[in-house]
């Protein structure tokens, strides 16, 4: 069956550190990925996206990364800080010819002062 | 950058309401536009796939003819939840592509809180 997994437990870490973020996939072959933010009683927020013949992507201290052969991408916050705390998704899209995403159930973060 | 507009932000009807919810797109024409609906802690499931000028298609188990879509602008998609009951309660959120192809970023609503008691 297809699936999209990403960590149900919060990540909890100490401000400063890296967040590391996963997100895999099963059945999929989606020509892009895309990460997003989501606060509480918000609409998600668009952070990054990664298409399939890309390894890695960069924006300011958001790093992500997609292994097709894994099936995994890796979302990376460096230097977090208390602000970067909310729920991330991944989503999955290019898989036929409509703009659809398929979303993750989100991981939520908490960054500690 | 683009926006995406949802009103409203919540509703609170009794059972049996009909309850309509609004998407616009502020400064971008959307061709294209999804709806969502959200369940706490639970990932966005998509509902269905609003097109300017033609019908929406519907995702596999969602009823269309208790989620009524119109997409009547090219800034303009509406939800429409027949006759509610309470276990349509849930998060509804849009959102929309403002690229001409499939691979950029979609702009969300802030979403819809709809509590049917």
């Known amino acids: 069956s297809q699936k999209i997994e990403q960590n149900s437990e919060a990540l909890n870490i100490q401000e400063g550190k890296t967040a590391t973020l996963t997100c895999n996939y099963t059945?999929?072959?989606?020509?892009?990925l895309q990460w997003y933010r989501q606060d509480p009683g918000r609409g998600p927020v668009f952070l990054l996206l990664?298409?399939?013949?890309?390894k890695e992507k960069r924006k300011e201290r958001l790093k992500v990364t997609f292994d097709t052969t894994l099936k995994q991408s890796l979302f990376h916050i460096t230097a977090s800080q208390p602000a970067d705390s909310a729920t991330y998704l991944c989503?999955?899209?290019?898989?036929?010819?409509?703009?659809?995403?398929?979303f993750g159930s989100g991981t939520r973060l908490l960054v500690r002062p | 950058g683009a926006v995406v507009s949802q009103h409203p932000s919540r509703v609170i009807c009794k059972s049996g309401t009909s309850v309509k919810i609004e998407c616009r797109s502020l400064d971008f024409q959307a061709t294209t536009m999804f709806w969502y609906r959200q369940f706490p802690k639970k990932s966005l499931m998509l509902m269905a796939t609003?097109?300017?000028?033609?019908?929406?298609?519907?995702e596999q188990g969602v009823e269309k003819d208790k989620f009524l879509i119109n997409h009547a602008s090219l800034t303009l998609s509406t939800l429409t939840v027949t006759s509610a009951h309470p276990e349509d309660s849930s998060f509804y959120i849009c959102?929309?592509?403002?690229?001409?192809?499939?691979?950029?970023?979609?702009?969300f609503g802030d979403g819809t809180r709809l509590s049917i008691l």
């Open positions: 990664i298409r399939e013949n890309e």
């Open positions: 989503a999955l899209g290019g898989m036929d010819s409509s703009y659809k995403l398929i």
């Open positions: 059945n999929y072959s989606p020509a892009y």
């Open positions: 959102s929309a592509p403002t690229g001409g192809t499939g691979n950029q970023p979609q702009h």
């Open positions: 609003s097109n300017e000028g033609s019908k929406a298609t519907y």
